[in-house]
């Protein structure tokens, strides 16, 4: 459950983070889009939720919108998660190949 004032302050780093890649403030309204943000948090959780706010600013799109995220927002944790999910299985490929490389020349 999140508390009354974790939507808020998600909200807050939306908006930081939209201006910062617009330079211009992003139209929230905070009373109507906290109801929004808490069923990200419920759902997914605080520190998710905010690892998502993140990605999506990663992601290549022509906007950022509020609504597409609240609307995306379960499709992007998948996705997320295979990403990570993939880059810890690349590193460990790496790695085992720079152990069997490494064996080898001895």
Do not use: C
Request: hydrophobic fraction near 35%.
């Amino acid at each position: 459950m999140a508390s009354n004032n974790d939507p808020y302050v998600l909200l807050g780093i939306y908006q930081k983070l939209y201006t910062e890649k617009y330079k211009k403030q992003a139209r929230v309204n905070k009373y109507r889009d906290k109801w929004g943000m808490k069923d990200v948090i419920d759902t997914v959780g605080y520190g998710r939720a905010l690892e998502l706010i993140n990605y999506y600013f990663n992601i290549n799109r022509s906007d950022h919108s509020l609504l597409f995220f609240f609307n995306n927002f379960d499709k992007m944790d998948v996705m997320k998660s295979e990403i990570d999910k993939d880059k810890k299985n690349r590193e460990m490929l790496l790695e085992q190949t720079k152990n069997m490389v490494e064996k080898g020349v001895e």
